[in-house]
């Protein structure tokens, strides 16, 4: 499941919506299942995922649902319904419990920002509980006339019953579909680094905890045994990602509403009253808030902190890396032991006559020629490159994993584009320009940045001498 904000400039057509529909209701259908299937006695289901499911599909979604949608979806809850034997008219009422919480749920969240509908905004999680009451007091309203129908209880504990139900649900499933990640983007940007995470004892440690702790709960047992893992809980909260912290916040809830149906886990006080199930689906929804909370808030830091880091590491006029940011940058880069047995190259790039282009053309105009040059040497080199502005018209890239011959190339790939290249000054007039540059090659990852840049450096000189417009090797 991904959500493309370009995707809604492109008109779907009938096969794409009736495609969309259908996956609406296959997942309705089986989601529906196993909600009956965790059924307790007395109970219709001890977790029921299908609600909050569908909601999170039809946000996440690029357009707003169609009446395919819906009517697939409608199938799909009235075809579980009688394929597990329940009756056309019961099948009918608890449709009419279901559908009103989804489509309330969506006008609230489809109208908030996306940084609240993804949690990633410090004040989402308030927004995003409001949300949650709302679609789950919408079910809860439908339960007043439903449940006095279907069980003769009454509208006031038909409201209450409904309401708990999907308040655990929502509050489980729905931050897990919310905070999903792109896959494809993120294998995308996964496979572009050359240093993918090694194994690491300390980030399992969070996961390991909240496994004891539950582990532990079924051992003990008691009340506070729902209690056990919240600590774990906040760990993970702090050291994974939303989309982690919700999906373990997830199997939280469903754990402990299954393990306690099933007797697994005996809290030491009876759960078979309709009252106590409440009282419990209550307790979970709360306690699930705590680390959603905290990961949210987290997310929205470290987000912050990224782009101080961006703005203090990249050079303001041309986007690419500052002196201080590529050094870094090399240093670490150079250091990865994957490469430490493969080739690398530096770079050093100096546009030509550049005193003469600020002389003629203005400070205004120079600026122009270095943001230039920086996104056509940019379009020239490779994914994992780094390219920097170490100070006035000079530049450096560091080529990972690069012969002499192919750093030769890149080099002379971007001599030859900017020298074709025409900057267009904002005063209308325009101008042609070329670049000098030095390559340094290392057979492998042994010298540091600081000696190779120099080398370059040198190669630099030697091709300003030599004539500019042109490559040197050092």
Not at 69 to 81: E, I
Not at 147 to 171: D, K, R
């Amino acid at each position: 499941m991904t959500e493309n904000p370009a995707a809604s400039d492109v008109l779907p057509t009938s096969g794409d919506k009736f495609r969309a529909a259908l996956f609406v209701g296959v997942v309705v259908y089986f989601c529906s299942i196993f909600g009956i299937l965790t059924s307790p006695p007395g109970v219709l289901a001890a977790y029921w995922p299908t609600n909050a499911v569908l909601l999170g599909i039809l946000i996440r979604r690029s357009r707003p649902p169609n009446w395919l949608d819906w009517l697939s979806a409608f199938a799909g809850y009235l075809v579980s319904d009688l394929v597990m034997a329940h009756s056309l008219s019961k099948g009918l009422l608890l449709i009419c419990t279901n559908l009103p919480g989804v489509i309330t749920g969506y006008l609230i969240f489809s109208r908030q920002p996306k940084p609240y509908r993804t949690l990633r905004h410090p004040r989402a999680m308030p927004r995003f509980v409001l949300g949650v009451l709302g679609a789950s007091a919408a079910a809860g309203t439908s339960g007043i006339f439903v449940h006095p129908i279907l069980f003769g209880g009454s509208p006031a504990y038909g409201f209450a019953f409904w309401f708990c139900t999907e308040l655990v649900s929502y509050m489980g499933i729905l931050p897990v579909l919310l905070t999903m990640p792109n896959v494809k983007r993120w294998l995308k940007d996964h496979r572009r680094r050359a240093d993918w995470p090694s194994f690491r004892l300390d980030l399992l440690a969070p996961l390991l905890a909240f496994a004891v702790s539950l582990g532990l709960g079924v051992h003990w047992g008691g009340p506070g045994a729902i209690l056990y893992a919240v600590p774990a809980m906040l760990w993970c909260a702090l050291t994974y990602s939303l989309f982690a912290t919700a999906g373990i916040t997830l199997f939280f809830c469903m754990w402990t509403l299954l393990a306690i149906s099933s007797g697994v886990l005996q809290i030491g006080a009876a759960v078979d009253s309709p009252l106590a199930v409440m009282s419990l689906r209550v307790g979970l929804s709360l306690t699930a808030l705590a680390p959603l909370t905290v990961a949210s808030v987290m997310v929205a830091r470290n987000e912050l902190l990224e782009r101080l880091q961006h703005a203090a590491s990249h050079d303001f006029l041309t986007h690419v890396l500052n002196r201080s940011g590529f050094l870094t940058q090399a240093g670490e880069l150079l250091a990865t032991p994957q490469l430490l047995r493969h080739p690398v190259a530096v770079l050093m790039m100096d546009i030509d006559h550049f005193k003469k282009v600020n002389d003629t053309y203005g400070h205004d105009g120079g600026d122009q020629v270095l943001a230039s040059f920086a996104t056509v040497a940019q379009s020239c080199l490779r994914g994992g490159d780094l390219l920097g502005r170490l100070g006035g018209e000079e530049f450096a890239v560091l080529l990972p994993g690069c012969s002499a011959q192919d750093a030769y190339t890149i080099a002379q790939r971007i001599c030859d584009a900017f020298a074709a290249h025409t900057v267009a000054l904002r005063d209308g007039r325009q101008l042609n320009n070329t670049v000098s540059i030095g390559v340094c090659c290392a057979p492998r990852i042994e010298n540091d940045i600081a000696a190779m840049l120099s080398a370059a450096d040198t190669a630099l000189y030697r091709a300003k001498e030599n004539g500019r417009n042109r490559v040197e090797l050092a």
